[in-house]
């Protein structure tokens, strides 16, 4: 079986490569993610889990938790963007060694 066969289908949006720059939470409990790439540098907000039927909030803490290693670290990261404008959504956050 497909390691893509256990994730939710992901809503329309895109792939970009760069490095996480900055990450925190708001006062009203959004997680905010910078991440430059070589067309922006700009802030995201981390999905509420809702377009996957995740309501617990799990899924922010493990974007938090990946955007720290990603700012800790400067190793490369891999963002699914609901778009490119600022405070558009991420979706999923992946921490690579390129």
């Known amino acids: 079986m497909e ?14 490569s760069g490095r996480v720059t900055r990450v ?3 006062e009203n409990g959004l997680i905010c993610v910078g991440i430059k790439t070589d067309k922006f540098d700009r802030w995201f907000i981390a999905s509420d889990g ?4 995740i309501v617990d909030g799990s899924i922010q803490r493990a974007i938090l938790d990946t955007a720290l290693v990603g700012v800790r670290s400067g190793t ?3 963002a699914y963007l609901s778009g490119e404008s600022e405070y558009s959504t991420l979706y999923r956050l992946y921490v690579h060694d390129r």
Do not use: F, R, S
């Not at 809702?50 to 039927?53: E, H, L, Q, V, Y």
């Open 24 to 26: 925190g939470p708001t």
């Open 3 to 16: 390691a893509t066969e256990y994730l939710p289908p992901m809503p329309p949006g895109q792939w970009v």
């Open 50 to 53: 809702k377009n996957a039927g």
């Open 76 to 78: 490369a990261v891999e």
